[in-house]
Nanobody
Framework: QMQLVESGGGLAQAGGSLRLSCAAS????????MGWFRQAPGKEREFLAA????????GYADSVKGRFTISRDNAKNTVYLQMNSLKPEDTAVYYC?????????????????WGQGTQVTVSS
């Protein structure tokens, strides 16, 4: 099993920034591609961003491209999501996930382990 623990969520104002972290344990972190998803109330969970094993390739959903940045530090077993220019519609529970398959993974079924989520609330 791989354990994933998100942190860094909270309350932000519109136009502000937050940085989410996801700490991994239990498996070799650098052997997993990573992704971030979110789920707003009453909506399905959606893909946000993904990064490959060595961090050399990233992919984003159109809704966050140019505002959010995914990165990873394999020495710290951590993946990050820097969120800038936040909007009220970014309010959701944010999840990190890991995939045993390298590359940019956008579909939920391609991920094997999930964190418990962290709440992000953006006020207008």
């Amino acid at each position: 099993q791989m354990q994933l623990v998100e942190s860094g969520g909270g309350l932000a104002q519109a136009g502000g920034s937050l940085r989410l972290s996801c700490a991994a344990s239990g498996r070799t972190f650098s052997s997993y591609a990573m992704g971030w998803f979110r789920q707003a109330p009453g909506k399905e969970r959606e893909f946000l961003a993904a990064i490959n094993r060595d961090g050399g390739s990233t992919g984003y959903a159109d809704s966050v491209k140019g505002r959010f940045t995914i990165s990873r530090d394999n020495a710290k077993n951590t993946v990050y999501l820097q969120m800038n220019s936040l909007k009220p519609e970014d309010t959701a529970v944010y999840y990190c996930a890991s995939s045993m398959w390298d590359g940019i993974r956008r579909a939920q079924y391609q991920y094997h382990f999930w964190g418990q989520g962290t709440q992000v609330t953006v006020s207008s």
